[in-house]
């Protein structure tokens, strides 16, 4: 069980492996999902963002055990308020925002709202899912916090990959979940203009041939109104009828008011 925790073995052993035919594919899938397994079992200690392959890698004990597509700005990277870019360095993870919301629920304000979006709905862009709200440790990323800077899923899945955002770092719905899940709060983050190095590029390359070789995913449940159909108005938006305006629940009636004050 030792070879478990080196990545880098495994990614080389899965290539091989996937060379033999069907066969092999089927152990690559197997080997893959040993490595998942084994990276279940460590807690990660350290999230990479590499902006040069649009890439996170989580580490545990200095070693990748997941790696996850991302979007950074398509601004560039810097730290310049105002200016919509991703800072780069040192950072951390001082909230975690969205635990038990479902996937694609939006966000306003990091306040969870009543609607839910699919992935890829036309003219949409919100924060949704998951939300890690980042914190600069340098000074040459010491805005982040301030700026709202966070790793958070976006429902513009087509554009993960490549450089989309305006300063945050995108994920994938179903991918900010599986991280939020696995880092805990405080975690460093490091986020990096380069590549990922040669042990991450090999873990990402196994997963995604185990993910090419694994049915779709199915689709998110039909999206939720914004507002139930049975929401009260409130007084401010009440309609008015026959020249009088109609009782919301915050214009209580006359015979209301006297039973409240008899009771």
């Not at 030792?2 to 091989?16: S, V």
């Not at 963002?49 to 997941?66: E, N, T």
């Not at 996850?68 to 310049?80: M, N, P, Q």
């Not at 490091?190 to 199915?218: D, F, H, Y």
């Amino acid at each position: 069980m030792k070879d478990c925790y080196r990545p880098n073995f495994l990614a080389r052993f899965g290539e091989a492996l996937c060379k033999e035919g069907r066969l092999g594919a089927l152990l690559a899938i197997i080997t893959a999902c040993g490595l998942s397994s084994c990276a279940s079992s460590r807690p990660a200690n350290e999230i990479r963002v590499s902006v040069a392959d649009q890439k996170i890698a989580l580490i545990a004990d200095g070693k990748p055990v997941k790696v996850y597509k991302c979007s950074t700005s398509k601004f560039g990277v810097g730290d310049r308020n105002g200016s919509y870019t991703t800072p780069v360095g040192k950072l951390r993870v001082v909230q975690k925002i969205g635990a038990g919301q479902p996937i694609g629920r939006v966000f306003h304000g990091r306040q969870p709202s009543r609607e839910i979006v699919q992935p890829n709905s036309p003219g949409r862009d919100p924060i949704v899912t998951r939300i890690l709200w980042l914190a600069g440790t340098e000074a040459s990323n010491a805005q982040a916090y301030r700026r709202c800077i966070y790793i958070h899923g976006t429902p513009e899945e087509r554009t993960i990959g490549q450089p989309a955002s305006y300063g945050c770092v995108r994920m994938k719905s179903r991918d900010v979940v599986d991280l939020f899940n696995q880092v805990p709060l405080g975690i460093p983050v490091n986020i990096v203009p380069g590549r990922l190095n040669s042990q991450e590029r090999q873990v990402a390359a196994v997963q995604e041939k185990t993910q090419q070789m694994q049915p779709p995913a199915p689709m998110l449940p039909p999206m939720a109104p914004a507002i139930s159909p049975k929401a009260p108005a409130s007084a401010a938006s009440v309609v008015a009828r026959n020249g009088k305006p109609r009782l919301g629940p915050e214009v209580p009636s006359k015979a209301r008011t006297k039973r409240v004050a008899r009771n």
